[in-house]
């Protein structure tokens, strides 16, 4: 009975797959046959039995093979003879001239191990006969074949050199060698960094900016080298840096096809993919003509994308584009040749679309603005009908199961219960009543260990943005205005969202000043910085200590800043508000602070007071004096005094030789007699 247990537990080797390697299936497969045979000790049972256990095992892709032998009833049941057959049907008609070949062309990949590289080179040299000279050739084999040329040296250079030292050497140097690049990772990391640095700033110093064609390149590549200029007929440089006065207007009346380059035209186009190798795409298939062909919808695309071999195909005509390239997310860029119309059917409909040329052969783009005149997509922001029961009773995952990790003895508390306003205690009993009914909770009417307090949240005195759109901002400085009223003057950023036509029209209707801050000079924000840094440690200790961040921001508005200034509620309200720090009546009173504007101006002078002390007198620049202004850390481009504002007096505009018009601060600007880039 013991040995029975024994043999059962044994599981049979899997069924012998025939691939194409059939004669490798076969030894393998054969090899653990035999092992499992050993263990149930099968030579001991009769030959009948052995040979219907070796059928069994093999598996039914072999049956066909076997019936194919036309075996003789005695064969049937000897097993030497039907492993002998088949044998002789997995024997490989072997080349022995390339399986030598094979051999000696075997050489150690980069980031393998020596062991497996061992057990290539011996499984194929068990291929070629090489008899006596086996151990030799496979010595021969590990030393040329091996990658790493120091355990090359060392092997060369040892004396009367066998197999087993060999293989011991590599060994021990792969071992060695692991173990050096743990011991010294961190400094070898520490040396990889500086050197790319270095080599990344010696990168960096080979490029400029070239004064001739307006991009950054490398010295002699300039793309304008012996280029015409449209504007002056001279070589050298490209139109856009031309520095020829315009002379003769007729010239410019009979360039029907040439494109105006300037701050207004749409110099790069950014579109999601260039060149696409997945296969799982929104596509459509459309026809311009007899030519057919498939458009990929890509939302993420500014333009309509077409290669040049589709538009012939079509009988597309190029004409000139304002658009120069195309730039990807990934930064890769592709030249526009031009752009042409195409009308083409789609769903039964003509279409006349837009398409941005290219050279490469790339999948033909409709961007977004396409997509959605068409109708190829659109906006969801409603369920379809017949969807209620999904948002019925409170909602779960079906089949699920979460595993809650609960504390160990927890410290219990109770809690004594906070006072609820009367106004709102018929809705806080509708939402109890509404989860008792959904199983959340359940009423309790004796005492229990702990306690827990409710706090009732209603609306919020602030509302966060859904975006920092104009329109979003402007509804809610409305929302503001409308509760503390309208204020004589509005301080903020330069950020497009101020700057719009329909944040001047706001400003004009309700009737107030606003003014910006000096573009890329925080310090000229700093009221609001301050604001937002106050903030932002309040939320910061709010969360170490796991406070009430509203509770937070009432304690700090309800906190003097001197005798004379009261607190910022002291200051709006003309009052104390109630908090649940206790106070008497007769602070809750409404009390006028008296001289709050002498006060908060004799600060404001005391600040800048200290300010000017580490502070350098700014230069008086007048009107066309020829200035160099920050555009970058260490680089300054030249540009020109156009505009000095009389309520702006830290700032100036200036114009850029690019024809941009800017507002910098004095601090961004240098004096200077030329105007050429640094």
């Not at 024994?6 to 299936?25: E, F, H, R």
């Not at 769903?347 to 961007?367: A, C, D, H, S």
Request: glycine content about 4%.
């Amino acid at each position: 009975m013991a040995t029975n247990d024994a043999v059962s537990g044994i599981k049979p080797p899997a069924n012998l797959q025939i691939d194409s390697d059939k004669s490798t299936s076969w030894k393998k497969w054969l090899q653990q046959f035999e092992w499992y045979a050993t263990a149930i000790r099968l030579d001991k049972k009769p030959a009948d039995v052995q040979a219907a256990t070796f059928m069994a095992v093999i598996g039914s892709d072999a049956i066909e093979i076997y019936n194919s032998f036309n075996l003789s009833n005695v064969d049937q049941n000897n097993l030497q003879i039907i492993k002998e057959r088949f044998r002789e049907y997995f024997a490989p008609k072997t080349n022995i001239s390339f399986e030598r070949y094979i051999f000696f062309k075997i050489e150690q990949n980069e980031d393998e191990r020596f062991n497996k590289f061992l057990t290539r080179i011996k499984t194929q040299a068990s291929k070629c006969e090489f008899d006596q000279l086996f151990d030799e050739i496979l010595k021969d084999k590990i030393v040329f074949g091996i990658r790493s040329s120091q355990v090359r040296e060392k092997l060369l250079t040892e004396n009367r050199l066998d197999l087993n030292k060999a293989i011991t050497i590599c060994k021990t140097s792969e071992q060695a060698s692991k173990q050096l690049e743990e011991f010294e990772g961190k400094n070898r990391a520490d040396k990889v960094l500086i050197v790319r640095n270095k080599n990344v700033k010696q990168e960096q110093n080979k490029y400029f900016n070239c004064r001739r064609c307006g991009t950054n390149h490398k010295s002699r590549e300039c793309p304008a080298f012996n280029k015409p200029c449209t504007k002056c007929n001279k070589n050298g440089h490209f139109t856009k840096m031309c520095r020829t006065k315009k002379n003769n207007a007729n010239k410019q009346k009979n360039r029907l096809n040439e494109i105006e380059e300037s701050s207004n035209s749409d110099d790069e186009v950014y579109i999601s993919t260039l060149i696409t190798g997945e296969k799982k795409n929104w596509t459509e298939n459309v026809q311009v003509g007899s030519v057919k062909f498939t458009l990929k919808l890509d939302i993420g695309a500014e333009c309509n994308v077409l290669p040049r071999h589709l538009m012939y195909k079509a009988k597309g005509r190029l004409k000139p584009s304002r658009t120069k390239h195309l730039i990807s997310y990934t930064d890769d860029r592709m030249a526009v040749l031009g752009e042409t119309d195409l009308q083409f059917k789609l769903k039964n409909e003509k279409q006349n679309i837009t398409f941005k040329v290219v050279e490469e052969r790339v999948m033909p783009i409709l961007g977004l603005n396409t997509c959605e005149k068409l109708g190829l997509i659109a906006r969801v922001k409603t369920l379809k009908e017949g969807t209620d029961d999904i948002f019925e009773g409170l909602g779960c995952y079906k089949d699920y199961e979460y595993d809650i990790d609960l504390i160990e003895n927890p410290k219990l508390e109770i809690k004594a219960s906070r006072k609820i306003p009367h106004a709102i205690r018929h809705e806080d009993k509708q939402g109890l009543d509404r989860m008792v009914k959904l199983d959340v909770i359940k009423p309790e009417t004796a005492p229990t260990p702990a306690v827990s307090p409710m706090v009732i949240v209603k609306q919020k005195d602030f509302e966060p943005l859904k975006n920092q759109s104009s329109y979003e901002i402007i509804e809610q400085l409305k929302k503001w205005f409308s509760t503390h009223g309208v204020p004589e003057e509005l301080q903020s950023h330069n950020g497009i969202q101020y700057m719009s036509r329909e944040f001047r029209i706001f400003q004009k209707e309700w009737k107030f000043n606003h003014v910006t801050s000096s573009p890329h000079h925080h310090q000229g924000n700093g009221l609001a910085e301050k604001a937002v840094q106050t903030a932002k440690n309040i939320l910061r200790k709010c969360s170490i200590d796991k406070s009430d961040v509203q509770l937070a921001l009432l304690n700090w508005r309800n906190t003097p800043r001197n005798e004379n200034l009261g607190s910022p509620n002291q200051r709006l309200f003309s009052r104390v508000t109630r908090s649940p720090i206790p106070t008497t009546e007769n602070n809750l009173k409404p009390k006028l602070i008296k001289g709050l504007p002498t006060e908060l101006q004799r600060l404001r002078d005391t600040q800048v007071k200290y300010s000017n002390k580490r502070t350098t007198r700014p230069v008086n620049l007048e009107i066309n004096d020829k200035v160099r202004h920050k555009v970058a850390h260490r680089q300054w481009e030249g540009a020109r005094v156009v505009e000095k504002p009389e309520d702006l007096p830290r700032s100036v505009i200036i114009q850029t030789d690019k024809g941009q018009t800017l507002r910098r601060n004095f601090s961004h600007l240098h004096r200077t007699q030329s105007a050429t880039k640094l």
